[in-house]
Structure formats: C-alpha cells, structure tokens
C-alpha cells in the first residue's frame, strides 16, 4: 500500500527519529544525493542566518526566514523530477535553490530588485507569492494546462503555510484539482504560527491533511523535519501525479509538520505571543543534526567532510551576496517596461515627463538615501 | 470642547489606537477583529493593549481569511453590533473585495434601509516603508468608485483619532486607509477621550491665493513641505487635505479653487483612473470660469507598484509635488 493510502489523522509518517535513528524505510538514493539533501539543507540555514543580519544591517529590506523549514523544502524539492513545476510561497529560498533559481536572485528580490523576480528560463518555478493562499488556484491551472495538452509527465507542486488553508482560494485550488483530476501536489508548510496566530485558531480539524478527503483525494501528514520521509511521501505523490494507478486520485495534500523556528518576518516580533520553551521543545526535532547523525552513523558523512562541506556553503552564500549587492540599482525605466508587452502611449508620456524631470533636477532630487 | 481636554503627545498609529479604544470603552457593540490584532496587537501596533482590557470576545484574532474577516463583519453589523475587522495591508483587502462591492457597500439600499452596516474596515496603506511586494498600494480609486461606502484617509494624530470615532459611529460602512509611511513620523497633540471629526469635511492646511493644491494621507506632509518650499519663491499655495474622500468634500474644493483660479492635485495612486481625475472634473463642471490654467496632476504613475529599490521614483516627493504646482501656477 501506498504511504499516502493512509488515514490522514493517523500518526505522521516518519523515517528518521528525533535523534536521526532510523524508523521506517529509508528511501533507496544513491549516498552522493543524500549528502546533496545535507548540503543544501545546511546552505539553506547558512543563507537564512545571513539573510536575517543583512536585513539587520539595512542591507536587505523584510525578509521571511525559513530556519527549521529546511527538511520539508529540501525533502520535496529532491523528490521533483526536472520537468516538474514549483509553485512557491515566499519562504521557500531553499527550494527554489534546489529548482535551480540561484541564491543571488532571492536576496535582489528581498533587496526590492524586480530582476530577483526573473528566474532562468530553464528554472521551471513561478515567481514569489506574497498574498496568502492566491498561488494555489494558479498551481491548479497549470498542472489543468499541461494535462489539457496531453502531457502526463509533469507534476506541480504548491507550497502554502498553515494560515493558507483558511482562505478561500485554498478550498477554490483544491476543488478544482479534485474536480478535473490534475496533477498537483499540494505541500502545506505547518510551521505552527500564522504570525502570531497559532495553527488550533485557523481550523477545528484535527489535522489539515484531512482537509483533501472533502475534494476527493488523498491528504497525508508527515513530520516536515524528517527530510526522508518528506522526499518520500513527496516522492509517491509525484509519481501518483503522473502516473495514476486505476481508481487512483492524481492530487494529493501534504501537511508537513514542522516549525519556523524564527520570526515570520524580520519586521515580527514572535516573543509577543509565544513561549521560548516551545521553541527549544521544537529545536529538539531540528532537522539538520537529525539527517547529520544519521549520515555518520551509515558511514556516509564524517567530520572532516562535514567540515568541507561547511567551507563551501559559506563561501557560495558570501559570493552570491556579493554579486546581489554589487548588482547596479535599478533606473527608472525598468519600472515602466514590463508593465505592458508595449508601452502604451499616455504611459510612454507619464515616462518622458518624468526623464525631463530627472534630467533637469538630478537623481539626487528623488532618492532618499 | 477638544481643546478643553487633557491631551496626548500621540503619533498617527497611537491615535488610531485611542480611538478604537475610546469607541471600545464608550459603547459595547463595539468589536475589533481580525489577522494578529489580539496578542500580538495588530502588526503595526494598532490594537497593543485591546486585548488585554476587553477581552477575546471584543478583540478577536481571526482565522486568515479576508473574505471570511469582511463577510461576518458584514453579517455582526446587520445584526445591530459595530464591527472595526482590520485587514493587515490595504494590499491583502482584495479576497475580501466580493464582500466589500457586493454586500458592504449595497446592503442599506437592497433592503430599503431596513439593514445597515455600522461597520469601519481599516486597513494599512500606501507606500514609502521599504516593504515587500503587494504591501504598498494605494487603491482608494476602488472603494470611492463603489457607492454606498464612505472612504476616510486621515493625514495627522489629531484626525486619525476624530475620524476613526465618527466612523465607528457613522450608520454606514466605512473603509478608513491609514497611511503607514506617516504612522510614526511624528506626534501631535491629541485629546484623551471623545471626540469626532465630522466625515465629509476637507481641512484647509495653509492659506494662499496663488494655486489650490488638493491631497490626503501621507501625501498631504510632502505637499505642505513642497508648499514651503514654493513659497520662499513667491509662489503661495492653498493645501486642502481632503481627508474624506466619499464623499468629497466640493464645497471645499470649488471655495479653494475659485480663490486661486489654478489648481494642482497630488495622490499617490497611479493617475490613471485616479480620483485627481474626478477632482479636476468637479472643478471643470462647476468653475470652470474661475480656470485660468489646466489642473495638474502629481500622482503614481501607471505600473505595477514597484519593489522598493524603485520606490523613491514611484511615490510623488517634494521635489515632483514643486514641479507640478509650478506648471499650474506658471502656465501659460
């Protein structure tokens, strides 16, 4: 039986413990791909740490940190195949990384560079999703498009917090997703908090991934700091995505469980409305020790690598910072561009008015800093 | 008389703050609800302290859903109470917009008057603080252009406080914008306890002959400093701080206009479809003998609102508001 076959409100499904013992069945990949899952999961809390001191320092404008989100980012991420689609919130730094969009591009975005916004063409991701829950009808139109075409060798997946499935264009996305049949997957990131909103204040349910039995198809748990049951559960629900065996759903909900260990935003302040002893209760279950111990302990991982490992991730988070902050400032003209595919002509005079304007004043007339 | 009571050194978000607590204490039917507005009290600090003196039954953090925040107010204020539900940013008011067009703004004139929705929807807005994408629009085009709703943007502590009392009072609903690059920018004298300030009443900023400048919300500080600026040349402007902008305030408009004869308009919002539009029509229909010059406009321009590396160019400054009130005031 499928994983994903499971009662929702059954225990999350697990493969590695707390204390990164094994407890259910490790995922057959090769040991170079779960010392890629460990890198980018430790890459990811690097950046996350940078990020935050950036924004500290005014280098960096609000930022979203994902610090003990990376096993549920990295974990599902993995388990894409490269003509999959991602569909993000705006938490997920790390796997839009793992998809292929560099880490300099996130920080412009944060910097409030639109260029942040342009991922490689070969990347195949949408852009950032600010407003809450408003990416998942679009994740649903695009995996209805691929199939409408005929294709069934791509899958969508769509990142949401918890606070997301309180919102209409939650129930809208998944009802069509049931209704037509798409390839989706629907991954929640329950970190716990929307804001200071505690996840018990946005439902009744007893679990979110139960939600999905109301649109006819599966909805599983999993512990969102296990990055091996996440690569897992994500894994099937892609295969089942594409590959729907008979009678079988092709979307599927998955509620990982986990915890921002963080602020929402570096312009929250989470000690308002909860407790330091819930976030140390939840440090315990920190996923990157958890995947460490349990790579040293198969012989995979050892101190030395680890320590390599370290050097290189830190050395590629200051290179991206320095290319994103070496990147020019924008001009003016680039707000104007690519509002329309061709510039209509009271808008190229609103452009002209403000270039004579620039030119007779200087630029100086205009910034603030 | 406000001038008779004991008063608050109060930035613009504190005195919302009073306000909706004076309106809590005063009359009972008075709730708040919303996103993060009970223990974290609001994320900008709107309701500190609302929830600790009134309680989880008058301050209520709301599951996150604007639509579902908008709609039951929508339904709590039919049945007699007088909901405020904040939205976080004006930019996140938009899955709640069916309930604002199709039930908030109609349900006085569907049911002949039998229901009406003492309700005030507030919410964040405009530009200027470096924030992320979607957090600093300026849509208030929108909710004038919808009728039945009353649409209130103050411009200083003082008016914050006396607005946001009269539209909790007021028997229609009301969207009250509060202009977050000027929360905390400075302080001003406040009055504790009640007071309103009557909505529909534009406030005259200065005194000058030479061209009526009309404006609101953060806006109206970058004019008076522009005005200060203009008139150390000669040239003295009338500022006219709308503050209500459904309805608006003509009286105020056609007086200032015909003593000038000229007139510039500055709002943040893109141009296009803009209320500087309806304002310079107001002015066409009904003086335009007194026009001696095109009304100009210092405004948004029609893009996207851009990430905030481009912001500075976007949101009109001094240095735009003296240029366009220049053009009026030197034409032809």
């Known amino acids: ?369 | 008389m406000a001038s008779e009571r004991e008063t608050q050194n109060l930035t613009l978000v504190q005195a919302v703050r009073d306000g909706l607590y004076t309106e809590m204490q005063r009359d009972e039917e008075v709730i708040v609800l919303g996103q993060d507005v009970g223990k974290n009290g609001g994320v900008f600090r709107a309701t500190e302290g609302l929830w600790e003196e009134f309680g989880e039954q008058r301050v209520i953090d709301t599951p996150l859903a604007e639509s579902g925040i908008i709609g039951t107010s929508v339904g709590m204020a039919a049945m007699g109470m007088r909901p405020v539900p904040e939205i976080q940013f004006s930019g996140f008011m938009y899955p709640g917009f069916d309930q604002i067009i199709s039930h908030m703004a109609r349900m006085r004139t569907r049911t002949r008057g039998r229901y009406t929705l003492p309700m005030t929807l507030r919410a964040p807005y405009g530009g200027g603080i470096r924030a992320p994408e979607s957090h600093s629009e300026s849509k208030e085009a929108f909710y004038v252009h919808e009728a039945g709703l009353k649409v209130v943007v103050p411009s200083t502590p003082y008016d914050a406080k006396g607005l946001l009392s009269a539209s909790i009072r007021d028997p229609d609903p009301v969207v009250f914008l509060e202009p977050k690059l000027i929360y905390r920018a400075f302080r001003e004298q406040v009055p504790e306890g009640e007071y309103t300030i009557e909505l529909g009443e534009a406030k005259t900023r200065r005194e000058g002959e030479d061209v009526a400048v009309f404006t609101w919300g953060a806006m109206a500080r970058r004019t008076l400093e522009a005005a200060e600026n203009l008139a150390e040349d000669g040239i003295e402007c009338e500022v006219v701080d709308l503050r209500t902008l459904s309805p608006l305030d003509e009286g105020a408009i056609l007086e200032a206009f015909k003593k000038c004869g000229r007139a510039a308009v500055v709002h943040e919002a893109p141009r296009t479809g803009g209320l500087a539009g309806e304002i310079t029509s107001i002015i066409q229909e009904e003086a335009l003998a007194y026009q001696e010059a095109p009304v100009t406009r210092i405004t948004g321009f029609d893009v996207p609102y851009p990430l905030y590396a481009l912001e500075d160019y976007y949101l009109p400054n001094e240095a735009r508001i003296e240029a366009g009130i220049r053009e009026a005031v030197e034409f032809p």
């Open chain 1, 1 to 369: 039986m499928s994983v994903l076959e499971r009662d929702p409100r059954d225990d999350m499904y697990r493969i590695l413990d707390e204390d990164g013992t094994a407890v259910g069945e490790v995922p057959d990949l090769e040991e170079e791909t779960l010392v890629g899952m460990y890198r980018h999961m430790k890459l990811a809390r690097h950046f996350d740490k940078r990020a935050v001191s950036l924004q500290r320092q005014g280098r960096m404008g609000t930022y979203p940190p994902l610090s003990g989100q990376e096993a549920s980012q990295i974990g599902s991420a993995y388990a894409l195949d490269e003509d999959d689609w991602m569909i993000p919130s705006y938490r997920e730094h790390g796997g839009a990384l793992v998809r292929g969009l560099p880490l300099e591009k996130t920080l412009l975005y944060w910097m409030g560079h639109e260029a942040g916004n342009s991922a490689p063409e070969e990347a195949n991701i949408f852009p950032v999703a600010v407003p809450i829950a408003s990416q998942i009808p679009h994740a649903t139109g695009a995996a209805w498009a691929s199939k409408l075409r005929g294709e069934d060798d791509k899958a969508f997946i769509c990142y949401f917090g918890d606070g997301a499935t309180s919102e209409g264009d939650f129930h809208e996305g998944l009802n069509f997703a049931g209704v037509f049949d798409t390839p989706n997957v629907f991954f929640c990131n329950n970190n716990q908090w929307a804001i200071s909103v505690p996840r018990e204040r946005q439902t009744k349910s007893e679990t979110l991934a139960q939600k999905a039995t109301a649109y006819g198809f599966e909805g599983i748990q999993v512990d969102g700091m296990d990055p091996l049951a996440v690569y897992e559960v994500t894994r099937e629900a892609v295969e089942k995505a594409k590959d729907p065996d008979e009678g079988q759903r092709r979307p599927t909900m998955i509620e990982a469980v986990q915890y921002r260990f963080g602020a929402h935003t570096t312009a929250d302040d989470p000690s308002v409305y909860r407790d330091e002893e819930e976030v140390e209760r939840w440090r315990q279950k920190d996923p990157i020790p958890r995947l460490e111990t349990y790579l040293k302990s198969e012989g995979i991982l050892d101190d030395d690598r680890i320590e390599g490992i370290q050097e290189s991730i830190e050395a590629q988070v200051a290179d991206a910072i320095d290319a994103a902050e070496s990147t020019a400032r924008p001009t003016p003209d680039e707000m104007f561009e690519s509002a329309y595919a061709e510039l209509p002509d009271r808008l190229q005079k609103q452009y002209e008015q403000f270039e004579q304007l620039r030119e007779e004043l200087g630029d100086e007339a205009f910034l603030e800093e």
